[in-house]
């Protein structure tokens, strides 16, 4: 669950950086998105790339999912009895996880549908991801759906990046403070950079 999670956590670093080229208008978005179908050419054939790192998320997605449930069915199995008595040591973050990871399933087949394949979107055109991007925040429904999973997301971030340290043995006495502010870092950046997105749409500042 840590390793496949960090996976994730690597490509939403590098998705909300491409995100951010919406700033710099149409021309510099657009062909950010023709250099992913075209990376690796001549070795790789047009969107290659973009398959290969389809498949590594997808399969990043189900193992992590599949690790959720098996935690949670061994939970279940140590402490079938729940205590009688309940203290709130867990932060918000810890004790919405599991609703965090319905949530930002679901956004992401609504993503896919939106923005990718252009299904529910109002524009939906191949190619021209500004264009798009800029028709769906137009739309206060799209607005909705995505500011509710970016937060969700920082929230998986916020507890998921400590306890993927603490799985994979990095939290050392020395350390275990750095790590949770790294946690705490990278949730806050990664959802104010993909907020900023339907607000600059929303504001004007991208149109």
Partial sequence: MAVSGLVMLAYLVAHMLGN??????????????????TFGEPVLHYEWFLWVVRVVLLAAVVLHGVSAYQLSRRDIAARPVKYQHKRQRTSYATRTMRWGGIILTLFIVWHLLDLTTGTVNPRGQSGHPYENIVAAFRTWYANVIYIVAMLAVGLHIRHGFWSAAQTLGVTKPGTA??????????????TLGFLSVPLGVMTGVVN
């Fill in 177 to 190: 403070r750095v790590l949770k502010a790294t946690s705490n870092v990278l949730a806050l950046v990664l």
């Fill in 20 to 37: 951010l080229k919406v700033f710099f208008g149409p021309g510099e978005m657009n062909g950010y998105a023709h250099w992913l179908r």
